[in-house]
């Protein structure tokens, strides 16, 4: 049987392993979205080269491209395996 309440800070917990996975699973966000969240968090995925000047750093990030092919393979593979013929093979 359930309890009839729960305390906050047991809603608000946490797996341990969900934590440790929350930074790559926010980049795989990010990559995912695209657009102005990308954009806006453009550094954390282009850093300054050693040495190199602001100038050139500032051009670099300027000039970024990105293809959103992540979003777009994955939409693909659901669609094949959703629209594909079940078959069943009978070993006799």
């Known amino acids: 049987m359930y309890p009839n309440q729960l305390l ?3 809603l608000e917990a946490k797996n341990v392993e969900y934590e440790q996975m929350l930074p790559t699973l926010n980049e795989i966000d990010l990559l995912v979205s695209g657009g102005y ?6 550094r954390h995925f282009i850093t300054q080269r050693p040495g190199e ?6 051009t670099r990030i300027k000039k970024h491209t990105y293809l959103n092919i992540l979003s777009t393979n994955v939409n693909e593979q659901v669609s094949k395996l959703s629209n594909a013929p079940i078959g ?5």
């Open 8 to 10: 906050l800070e047991t």
């Open 37 to 42: 969240k990308l954009k806006n968090s453009i």
């Open 53 to 58: 000047d602001n100038e050139i750093y500032e």
């Open 88 to 92: 069943f093979l009978f070993d006799f």
